[in-house]
């Protein structure tokens, strides 16, 4: 079956613009997850949904930062007004409830020039 | 504050032989250790877990040790075979609460194992 599939998988863009991350997680997952990979470090947690609503958002660096998941399957990550230091590979997660492993996508590679 | 750490970016070993990677965690709440596996250009694949109420869980050439008192756990693959290079997360998870769902990471250990 699929798995995981994130689009774009490259995106590059000019500091200061708006982008949208997507995320398709594996059918029936009810758990949603979102993770940043900075280079050489470990992923670093976002928001989780559970099903619809955001259950943790604690990971969003700041308001620039949002995430909606309106039906319960696809996601999308929205940055604002991008910096550089927002550059990073953007991971997605799903899981078949809260707690299961959690299966990644290949993750999105976000450039800020 | 880095609650996840592994303190060695990298690990290199002979085929056949052992490797041991190594996590330090500094969080009382974390209940639930995990072990990923990552290729480049791929997203962390599960490998491994283990529960705090054990101090051992093993599957095939892998396990993990868990020593709570010392907060470290470490992953043994034996033997280790040149499939095995990627990079190998240590990841953590809280009992409850809305921090459940939420995984913290280490830094990653880069194994490289040659024929």
């Known amino acids: 079956g699929a798995g995981v599939s994130q689009t774009p998988s490259n995106k590059v863009t000019e500091k200061g613009k708006y982008v949208e991350l997507r995320c398709d997680p594996i059918s029936g997952h009810t758990a949603l997850y979102w993770y940043r990979q900075s280079l050489g470090q470990g992923p670093e947690f976002l928001i989780y949904?559970?099903?619809?609503?955001?259950?943790?958002d604690s990971g969003l660096p700041n308001d620039r930062f949002f995430a909606v998941r309106p039906e319960g399957s696809v996601s999308t990550l929205k940055i604002q007004r991008t910096e550089r230091g927002d550059s990073a590979v953007y991971l997605c997660?799903?899981?078949?409830?809260?707690?299961?492993?959690?299966?990644f996508g290949p993750g999105t590679r976000l450039t800020v020039l | 504050d880095q609650q996840v750490k592994q303190n060695s970016p990298s690990l290199s070993v002979q085929e056949g032989r052992i490797s041991i990677l190594n996590c330090d965690y500094t969080?009382?709440?974390?209940?639930?250790f995990l072990w990923y596996k990552k290729y480049p250009a791929e997203g962390p694949t599960f490998l491994i877990s283990?529960?705090?109420?054990?101090d051992k869980n093993e599957d095939g050439r892998f396990t993990v040790f868990l020593n709570k008192s010392a907060k470290h756990l470490s992953l043994h693959i034996v033997p280790s075979q040149p499939g095995d290079s990627a990079v190998y997360f240590c990841a953590a998870r809280e009992a409850g609460g809305t921090s459940y769902g939420k995984l913290t990471f280490g830094q990653g250990t880069i194994l490289t194992v040659h024929p």
């Open positions: 283990i529960s705090s109420i054990k």
């Open positions: 949904f559970q099903g619809t609503g955001a259950a943790d």
């Open positions: 969080n009382s709440m974390f209940d639930y």
């Open positions: 997660a799903s899981s078949l409830n809260l707690g299961a492993e959690q299966f």
